[in-house]
């Protein structure tokens, strides 16, 4: 399985700069015109270009191939390595809940999985490229048929080094480094850290709980992050669980000051990216991730970082 880095999904970026396109017929006005439609290996898709209100590429997968990546639509964009970008697509399934993975390549491979619905939805995810000139790769792996309205690629603000995050040892990779690790008031939970198969990276977090406690906060993960009062921030983490419908909640918090501000997330049995956007009530602040369920968690890639405003143009003074 290819590993990939996630920094956000399905929400809009905070901080996207005033870029162009990236990609050539991003709304498939001009029909297929710079896009490489294919169906290799066995596998059967019929691509065509509908005109209805706007155009939009329809994919009808009849037979499926041996690898998800056998059905894809391809296009080459101008990426800088280490740059971040910003993805934006417009798409819909027929049927509800079919997947598709969008992953920018080259050398190396950056995926993520989105789950559609019935209806015309927006998306996007922010990466960062890890190659210069890399290829978007639409994959689709599922019996069904899709539609794609529109689909951007600007470069964002989120560049490496420009935005930090504010979070120590976010990706695990320093173990348990920077966390403090709960388990009171009768809870049993057995915390180990993942080598075998991580989101990213060579380490992930895993919260084994086998016996909940008094309250909500006797399990949790905790780390420290600083925060300034009245300033926006955004988390972004990966997670799954060992079934389906299980909860975390992400709760920024000052235990002194008595402040707790909660958010409640519904996990999946596969890595998901979950964003939460909320402005720090004081200095200093905490991050816990409190486990509401029995069974197995897995996080990783966890970030904080600060929202940067778009700053407005000024009007230009008409001369007298």
Not at 40 to 54: L, M, R, W, Y
Not at 79 to 91: H, L, R
Not at 197 to 221: C, H, M, Y
Request: with cysteine.
């Amino acid at each position: 399985m290819k590993k990939v880095i996630f920094t956000l999904t399905m929400l809009v970026s905070v901080a996207n700069c005033f870029c162009q396109n990236l990609i050539q017929n991003p709304s498939f006005e001009d029909g297929q015109q710079s896009w490489g439609n294919y169906a290799t290996d066995g596998a059967k898709a019929i691509f065509s270009v509908e005109n209805n209100t706007s155009s939009n590429l329809k994919i009808e997968v009849q037979q499926l191939g041996t690898n998800p990546w056998d059905i894809q639509s391809l296009q080459s964009f101008a990426s800088q390595q280490g740059k971040a970008y910003t993805f934006k697509i417009k798409a819909k399934a027929k049927n509800e809940g079919s997947k598709i993975r969008v992953q920018v390549q080259n050398t190396t491979y950056t995926s993520i999985d989105l789950e559609l619905t019935s209806a015309l939805k927006e998306y996007t995810w922010d990466f960062v490229a890890k190659e210069d000139n890399l290829e978007l790769a639409l994959q689709y792996f599922e019996i069904d048929t899709f539609y794609i309205d529109y689909i951007e690629i600007i470069e964002s603000v989120r560049a490496t080094g420009k935005v930090k995050n504010l979070i120590s040892n976010g990706n695990l990779e320093k173990g348990t480094e920077g966390w403090i690790n709960l388990a009171d008031n009768g809870a049993n939970v057995v915390y180990t850290i993942n080598e075998d198969s991580p989101f990213e990276g060579e380490k992930s977090l895993r919260a084994l709980v086998l016996l909940l406690g008094d309250n909500t906060w006797d399990i949790q993960s905790i780390n420290n992050f600083p925060s300034v009062r009245g300033t926006r921030y955004e988390l972004t983490f990966m997670a799954k669980a060992d079934s389906n419908g299980k909860k975390i909640k992400a709760q920024v918090q000052h235990n002194d000051k008595k402040i707790y501000v909660p958010k409640d997330f519904v996990l999946t049995d596969e890595w998901k990216a979950y964003s939460w956007s909320f402005r720090a009530a004081t200095e200093n602040m905490q991050i816990a991730l409190q486990y509401l369920n029995l069974g197995l968690y897995e996080i990783d890639e966890l970030s904080i970082v600060e929202v940067v405003k778009k700053k407005k143009k000024k009007k230009k003074k008409k001369k007298s």
